[in-house]
């Protein structure tokens, strides 16, 4: 069975970033991306439940948006106005509908990074 995953650390603040809102896309045939699903983080910084699970994954084209400027507003980290970052996007593909996909977020106000993780 496949599995999509995600987690965000604060590294601004060397912690979990709890409380951000993860929108997850799917690219369709005709070009259009199509909202799958909407989850927020917990105290870990992770989704309660995996963002796709419970049989194989459909291959495409996938993008998560990190809504990070809330996130540092609501936390009360200084940002410039308006924000550097806003909604930071990640685009990413699945290959392999029995793969086991985690796609964390590194984020400060003013940078981020990824990887594929396990």
Known sequence: MGRLSTHILDTAHG???QGVV???HILEADGTWRPL????TNADGRTDQPLMAGGPLRI????LQ????QYFAASGTAQSNPPFLDIVPIRFSI???EGHYHVPLLVTPWSYGTYRGS
């Open 15 to 17: 912690m979990p970033a």
């Open 22 to 24: 993860i929108d997850l």
């Open 37 to 40: 699903k909407q989850a927020r």
């Open 60 to 63: 495409g084209s996938y993008e």
């Open 66 to 69: 990190f809504d990070v400027a």
């Open 95 to 97: 290959a392999d509908p």
